[in-house]
Nanobody, 122 residues
């Protein structure tokens, strides 16, 4: 089971850190991704990280502003979001894939957490 939290309301230019925690000890063996879905749009990948945290992937829109990291001891994956823009407003989801990763395709993920709302005001 995955839990995503840390969303909220922030002004443009601000920062938020999202967290994704897992109850299973095997989380350490999973690649993890962060996705977003804005109203009326498809769910899309934001960033992904390999099972050991050694390799990361960022979609172009968030490269340089967002950072994904994995703390295996805490069974937690973080998404540090800086320089937020109103267009970053969306529900953000984390997902886990029983693979080395990083996994890019939404359909390859095995487990999904509930979303956390991020709202960026102008």
């Amino acid at each position: 089971q995955l839990q995503a939290y840390g969303g909220g309301l922030v002004q443009a230019g601000g920062s938020l850190r999202l967290s994704c925690t897992a109850s299973a000890r095997t989380f350490r063996d999973y690649a993890v991704g962060w996705f977003r879905q804005a109203p009326g749009t498809e769910r899309e990948i934001v960033a992904a990280i390999s099972w050991n945290g050694g390799t990361t992937y960022y979609a172009d829109s968030w490269k340089g502003r967002f950072t994904i990291s994995k703390d295996i001891s805490k069974r937690t994956v973080y998404l540090q979001m800086n320089s937020l823009k109103p267009e970053d407003t969306a529900v953000y989801y984390c997902a886990a894939d029983a693979a080395r990763g990083p996994t890019i395709q939404t359909t390859d993920y095995d487990y999904w957490g509930q979303g956390t709302q991020v709202t960026v005001s102008s």
